[in-house]
């Protein structure tokens, strides 16, 4: 070897040099976050605002101790069940933005065990299983639409998600009313709420129900038949078809499995969040939730283990803007800003190679210079 | 003599200094709900109290908005959890619960909240407002303003069905039935009947909605729309311009009725009569003020029509003035233009006869000696009640 | 009812099917071409805030004008991530409704107005007045250009070739189209039909903009795209229909008989009888096989 370098040091160089394409998506999501924060950084900077402390204080506030780990991922539970309703239905080849709508049939159904009282863990139990039917039962009519007149999801979701809004207007000012408070509907009893995991702050065992949940999808997505079958349809349509798969069968399972976890996203919202454990009226706590899933599963990469680092992400974000807003005094709105470029940024797979690409215009310009 | 007024100096120097410091190091924090600010009303007002009074105390304050209502509880418990606030106001019902679990917490931090029923805290003054009794008197202008010109209609449009709202819808109800009753008492003219156009429109957001519906309670004859859903009225206020537009007039009914802020000056005060003005900003002020001069307590404060309670009332000349420079602050009008909206909307106001005015003066009058009950709604089955005692069909 | 009422009705809903059919056509335009971009709803809201400001300083027309380079770039930005750099149009299209989200709010603190702020009455589009009231100028525009869409894209070489690089881009390359540069032109076109939608809001029709002036347009726009499966005089009619209902639903409960019904329900109309219609009448509708897809050249 002339270069002298031994040979068992070429070969882990080798192997290195294997494992970065491996690498390329992390390298991605972190190329994206700098742009995003810089980006972010720049309109702050415009806006008179300090985006150093800005950002100081968004990652002590989202990372830093204990209580704003527990506080990241509070925010990121619900999330990564709306982004996995997105997710399961891109996979089978399908745009479902109805989590929406179903996270509100979802809590609004967890809200109604207030009627029955049960044991604690009976109690829990009831309620995360109405949140799913009511999620599913709300997803199964887009289902049934497309399957039987051939209505596309995107006019169905979103036609839905109106409906399921005002119908829960409707449910929280009338049915499900609390007769002492009217502003909201009446709480989830304490037997069926979702104990606090970390005293102090808002972080519930609603967490384990969406880690769960999304473990659960992607043993079914990637290691049965029918999860097989469905992600076939998603990448190929025509050849599942030739190849025997039922897509009626995918359609409905794809769309009953989004409906349960958007359900359950509803449920470990009134079930897992204090303090009030109810639905206020104008639905704020709902609000959104299925859509900054979408984002979500995107970031995540329609992957339920990417999912759960992007809900951290998301949900480090929102709870360390929280704190941004207190200690630089910019608005939380920025914290939208930066997670809209970052996503817009993660968009570009070849953000890596346009990064080289520039770089190194920018250098032979460098040289150039002096001469 | 020479002497004393130097003893004097060093004094006066000496207590500034001191109040200086006892000051100067305060701090408040004002958390607002979802609406967020902007809204022009709720969340507007208490930023612009919680200001006012950071400024004349010499405080630092501290804006904090939500995202959702999933932050409430996060955002209180944040700032209490610093310990270096020496109040932290919450405006909204919405953050009722937050401030009560975070309170239990942190015994030794002062809250105050706008429109949350905490009635049995030492450490959370509640501050809320008697809004029917302003709308009663907006009600009872648009009542007597409809009869005396052949109007068949009042409207109002609403935003999210909340507890809140029922009160404005209470008060107001009892107004236009008060209005034309004592209207026709007056014997000014023959009144015939007058009806509330009215609806819930479920937004806080979506102006389009409130600009539809006014055009819809225009069309039918509506001689006023009371605004209660925040920003909608900026949609209300464009019907009824694009209305008077169509028609080629320029004064008189259709008229713009504001809601918690004074929202006569919008634009240039052509159409804006009068507002039903709910003073969070007071509310706000006063919190943090009591803190300072440390007369703070907790428990129930209500702030109805009373001067000097300050919580509730007609919009007057002065508000006009007020609320004109608060307009040109928030960038909403030009400060050329006070000198016409003052006109504009003093030619309006003298437009109406002056019976009018003095009815709603005695109106205001007997409220306050009691002789005088306004209704009032916390639920379904009591606005029912109250839909059902004034039915305005 | 009298014929006056019918009028009213008339003209509210066109004024509020302006924005929705412009934007669904312009997105026909990229759908067509094989892009399909969720960011339409980001478009209206930034669109409408650079247009109040715009209008502000220069006019009516500038700001019409200042809307339409608004939904220009950032529809400039969103074809070449997802032509040339080929990237995923989904996340793109949410990326940019989050930032727009973000940055208009932000955008009206910075001002000083937060979430809040006028358009000067002078400043404003000055409507055409009829017999029979009065409408925007707009209107006539959102009319018209359907039929124009429709023409341009049936019955001209450039709708064939813009049909070609999203049904089959790899034979509209061996035909010798770039069809990377038709689709850019085609989504930035989307944009400036989004933009001129986001600045009729605040210009034209409300007069002022707010951090949540979209209020969902742009994803009822999407849905009307999908209704009309992707022909533009169709998007007209769904827009109009969805328009239409919308107004009669918020009319009838302002009329003093409508508490009967839980005002909750009648709201839900235009979405209820939108789907009926799509269930009913129109049925599945066919998509480009490219949608969706980055053309990459084998």
């Keep these: 070897m002339s270069t002298g370098i031994p040979n068992n040091r070429l070969r882990l160089l080798e192997r290195a040099k294997r494992a970065l394409p491996a690498l390329t998506p992390a390298l991605e999501s972190l190329l994206a976050g700098i742009v995003g924060l810089l980006v972010g950084a720049l309109i702050m900077w415009i806006g008179g605002y300090d985006p150093w402390k800005a950002y100081v204080a968004l990652f002590r506030g989202a990372y830093r101790d204990m209580y704003g780990f527990a506080s990241s991922l509070a925010r990121g539970t619900p999330l990564i069940l709306t982004a996995l309703t997105f997710s399961i239905c891109m996979r089978a080849g399908m745009f479902n933005i109805g989590a929406e709508g179903q996270v509100y049939g979802g809590a609004l159904a967890a809200v109604t065990v207030g009627y029955f009282a049960l044991p604690s863990g009976l109690h829990i139990i009831m309620g995360l299983i109405f949140a799913m039917l009511a999620g599913a039962a709300w997803s199964l009519v887009p289902a049934l639409l497309k399957l039987t007149r051939g209505v596309h999801e995107v006019i169905s979701t979103i036609m839905f998600n109106w409906i399921a809004r005002f119908f829960a207007f409707y449910l929280v000012a009338n049915v499900l009313v609390d007769p002492i408070r009217a502003e909201k509907t009446i709480s989830v009893p304490a037997s069926a709420r979702l104990p606090i995991l970390v005293h102090g702050t808002d972080l519930s065992y609603g967490l384990f129900v969406s880690v769960f949940f999304a473990l659960v999808i992607y043993f079914l997505l990637w290691h049965t038949t029918a999860g097989y079958e469905l992600r076939a349809a998603g990448l190929n349509p025509t050849a599942a078809h030739y190849g025997g798969i039922n897509s009626k069968r995918t359609v409905l399972l794809s769309f009953i499995l989004g409906g349960l976890g958007a359900g359950l996203a509803g449920a470990t919202i009134v079930m897992g969040l204090p303090p009030t454990y109810a639905v206020y009226s104008g639905l704020p706590q709902l609000a959104n939730v299925g859509f900054d899933g979408m984002a979500v599963a995107m970031v995540g990469r329609n992957h339920p283990i990417g999912i759960l680092i992007a809900a951290l992400f998301f949900g480090g974000m929102n709870a360390g803007g929280r704190m941004m807003q207190i200690i630089a005094g910019v608005p939380l709105e920025m914290v939208r800003v930066v997670e809209g470029i970052i996503v817009v940024a993660l968009a570009i797979p070849e953000l890596v190679r346009l990064f080289r690409f520039f770089r190194n215009r920018w250098r032979s310009l460098w040289r150039r210079e002096p001469a | 003599m020479k002497r004393i007024l130097t003893l004097l100096a060093v004094v006066l120097l000496g207590i500034s200094l001191v109040g200086m410091i006892g000051l100067g190091n305060g701090k408040v924090a004002v958390v607002l709900d979802v609406g967020g600010r902007g809204d022009l009303s709720f969340n507007d007002m208490g930023f612009k109290g919680t200001d006012q009074a950071a400024v004349d105390y010499g405080l630092e304050m501290v804006e904090v908005q939500s995202a959702t209502a999933a932050d409430y509880l996060p955002n209180v418990r944040n700032l209490a959890r610093s310990g270096e606030y020496d109040l932290i106001l919450a405006v909204g019902f919405l953050l009722t619960d937050a401030v009560s679990t975070v309170a239990d917490e942190f015994p030794g931090q002062k809250f105050a909240i706008i429109d949350g029923f905490i009635p049995d805290k030492a450490n959370v003054m509640s501050i809320l407002f008697r809004e029917n009794e302003a709308s009663a008197l907006v009600g009872a202008l648009a009542g007597m303003v409809a009869t005396h010109f052949g109007y068949r209609y009042v409207g109002c449009v609403l935003g999210i069905e909340i507890p809140v709202l029922y009160h404005f819808e209470a008060g107001y109800r009892f107004g236009i039935d008060w209005g034309v009753k004592k209207y026709n008492e007056l014997g000014l003219a023959i009144g015939a009947d007058v009806g509330l156009l009215y609806s819930y429109t479920g937004t806080f957001s979506d102006i389009a909605l409130g600009k539809a519906a006014t055009e819809a309670q225009l069309a039918q004859g509506a001689a006023a729309v009371y605004n209660v859903a925040g920003p909608l009225g900026i949609g209300d206020l464009e019907a009824i311009t694009e209305y008077h537009t169509a028609k080629g007039t320029t004064f008189g009914p259709p008229y713009y009725i504001g809601v918690d802020a004074n929202q006569d000056y919008l634009g240039n005060g052509l159409h804006g009569i009068a507002s039903g003005m709910k003073r969070v900003d007071h509310g706000c002020y006063n919190a943090v003020k009591s803190v300072v001069e440390g007369t703070f307590h907790g428990g129930i404060v209500s702030l109805g029509l009373a001067v000097a309670e300050g919580g509730v009332s007609i919009s007057k000349l002065q508000d006009l003035v007020d609320f004109f420079a608060f307009g040109v602050a928030a960038g909403a009008v030009d400060e050329v233009d006070f000198y016409t909206t003052l006109a504009n909307w003093s030619a309006n106001r003298a437009n109406i006869p002056p019976e009018i005015w003095e009815a709603v003066d005695e109106l205001e009058a007997g409220i306050l000696d009691g002789s005088i009950v306004v209704p009032t709604a916390d639920s379904v089955q009591e606005m029912q009640a109250v839909r059902a005692q004034y039915p305005l069909p | ?298």
């Excluded at chain 3, 793109?92 to 932000?106: E, Q, W, Y």
């Excluded at chain 3, 992707?230 to 009619?237: C, D, K, T, W, Y």
């Design chain 3, 1 to 298: 009812m009298s014929w006056s009422y019918l009028w009213s009705i008339l003209f509210i809903s066109l004024h509020a099917m302006v924005p929705i059919t412009l934007t669904a056509v312009g997105e026909i335009f990229g759908e067509t071409a094989g892009l399909f971009n969720i960011g339409l709803e980001g478009i209206l809201l930034v669109s409408a805030f650079t247009g109040a400001l715009a209008a502000e300083s220069g006019g009516a027309v500038i700001g019409l004008l200042t809307g339409m380079g608004t939904g220009a770039i950032i529809g400039f930005i969103f074809s070449v991530i997802n032509t040339y750099w080929k990237g995923n149009q989904m996340i793109t299209g949410i990326g940019i409704n989050l930032f727009a989200l973000g940055f208009v709010a932000f955008g009206l603190i910075v001002l000083g107005a937060p979430g809040f702020h006028a358009v000067p009455a002078e400043s404003r589009l000055v409507p055409i007045r009829t017999p029979v009231g009065s409408i925007s100028p707009i209107i006539l525009v959102a009319l018209a250009l359907p039929f124009a869409a429709h023409w341009f894209l049936k019955r001209t070489r450039f709708g064939l070739i813009l049909k070609a690089t999203g049904e089959s881009p790899e034979a509209a390359d061996v035909a010798g189209i770039r069809v990377n540069l038709v689709r850019l032109l085609a989504t930035t076109f989307g944009g400036v039909l989004a933009g001129l939608a986001g600045a009729y809001i605040s210009v034209a029709w409300i007069g002022s903009v707010t951090k949540e002036i979209s209020a969902g347009r742009g994803f009822i726009s999407l849905a009307t795209v999908v209704f009309s499966g992707l022909n533009p005089v169709l998007a007209l009619l769904g827009g109009f229909i969805f328009g239409f209902f919308e107004s009669l639903a918020t009319w009838i409960r302002n009329l003093p008989g409508s508490k009967a019904v839980p005002w909750q329900f009648i709201a839900m109309t235009p979405y209820i009888v939108t789907l009926l219609v799509v269930a009913g009448v129109i049925g599945r509708v066919r998509f480009p096989k490219a949608l969706g897809k980055p053309y990459i050249r084998e």
